[in-house]
Nanobody, 120 residues
Framework: QVQLVESGGDLVQAGGSLRLSCAASGTIFSINDMGWYRQAPGKERELVARISSSTSTNYAGSVKGRFAISRDNAKNTVYLQMNSLKPEDTAVYYC??????????????WGQGTRVTVSS
């Protein structure tokens, strides 16, 4: 019914930048919150940043001031601009969205993940 497709993950040196994108498609009426989470090897998945439909944002303390989340509602897309990357940012990054379907149902959807590797 709804798919989230992430892109933009790559191998980058410490101090570098990457921009992740996540596009939602399917039987979408509207999207409430959208967010990025990450999971490093051997660790639990954690919140990186979230953005509401009114574009209020919240960030994990470890990325505040370095990462910026934004969205384009016309394209059903959320972005994560990552600057001053550190080796500890290495993880698989997952997109998440709270979607209202055209049927009126609400659904929480996850993307398949995109890998970010930061070398020291």
């Amino acid at each position: 019914q709804v798919q989230l497709v992430e892109s933009g993950g790559d191998l980058v040196q410490a101090g570098g930048s990457l921009r992740l994108s996540c596009a939602a498609s399917g039987t979408i009426f509207s999207i409430n919150d959208m967010g990025w989470y990450r999971q490093a090897p051997g660790k639990e998945r954690e919140l990186v940043a979230r953005i509401s439909s009114s574009t209020s944002t919240n960030y994990a303390g470890s990325v505040k001031g370095r990462f910026a989340i934004s969205r384009d509602n016309a394209k059903n897309t959320v972005y994560l601009q990552m600057n001053s990357l550190k080796p500890e940012d290495t993880a698989v990054y997952y997109c998440n969205a709270e979607v209202r379907l055209t049927t009126g149902r609400y659904l929480e959807v996850w993307g398949q993940g995109t890998r970010v590797t930061v070398s020291s």
